[in-house]
């Protein structure tokens, strides 16, 4: 099968099936090619029901999670959305298609350069990787209306709620190092109030307000 046919078989399948309704989101899952987002050796791989490895001990989410979370986030054409835990690139790649610009943030200097690379195979240019702790968020180019975390914390950092702008969103998995759930917070009038969604495992969001890096 060509990946084209894989792609819209994993849309109809893994996201469709089990409840992504969201046209937009089906729509950028069913143009991205995710195949560029993995290495060699895993592109036949790539439109498995699962995360992959994608070096430095860190993962590509399984598609499913990466369709559920931008459905939750609701990106409008005009959003700049910041996304914490760039990987391979894929998820700031499908949120490209959505947002007016994403800034993403990934502290391991390797994946940084190569998921700059992914993107810029792709020709993508609404995105801006940059290297650091993401749990301190991007001050300088906040407020935000949309921020997604892809990787896993014991808390929403209060920096990175900080940075959202009235009426917005921020979607991560929160919990311990096993296991986390899907968390929206939504920012309006002066409150911030938190939902509830699927279960799910990540690798550690690490940094100032995330798990510490010793002994992970
Ligand atoms: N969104 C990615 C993709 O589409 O491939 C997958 C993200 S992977 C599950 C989590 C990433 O978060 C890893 O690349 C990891 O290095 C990164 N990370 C962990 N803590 C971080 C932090 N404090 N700031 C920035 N990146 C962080």
């Known amino acids: ?19 992504i309704k969201d046209e937009r989101v089906l729509s950028a899952m069913g143009s991205i090619p995710r195949e560029i987002f993995v290495s060699d050796h895993l592109r036949n791989s790539a439109y498995d029901d699962s995360p992959l490895l994608i070096g430095n001990e860190q993962t590509i989410s399984q598609p499913y999670i990466v369709a559920k979370m931008t459905e939750l986030l609701e990106v409008k054409n005009d959003h700049i959305v910041l ?13 490209s298609q959505l947002a007016l610009r994403v800034f993403t ?9 190569s998921s700059e690379a992914n993107l810029k195979s792709m020709n993508i240019t609404n995105v801006f990787v ?10 300088q ?3 935000f209306d949309r921020i997604m975390v892809t990787a896993a914390g014991p808390k ?13 969103i921020i979607v991560m998995p929160v919990g311990d190092m096993k296991e986390q759930k899907l968390i929206r917070g939504v920012k309006a009038g002066g409150k911030f109030e938190i939902e ?7 690798v550690p969001l690490l940094g100032k307000y995330g798990f510490s890096d010793v002994g992970v």
Request: with cysteine.
């Open 1 to 19: 099968m060509s990946f084209s046919e894989l792609r819209k078989n994993m849309v109809q399948n893994q996201l469709i099936k089990r409840g």
């Open 83 to 95: 996304e914490i835990g760039t990987g391979s690139g894929y998820q700031a790649a499908v949120l």
């Open 105 to 113: 943030i990934e502290r391991i200097t390797d994946l940084r350069k």
């Open 130 to 139: 940059i290297n650091g702790d993401g749990t301190i968020g991007l001050s």
């Open 141 to 143: 180019y906040a407020p």
């Open 156 to 168: 929403i950092p209060k920096n990175l709620i900080d940075q959202m702008k009235d009426n917005s």
């Open 196 to 202: 509830e969604h699927d279960l799910c495992r990540f």
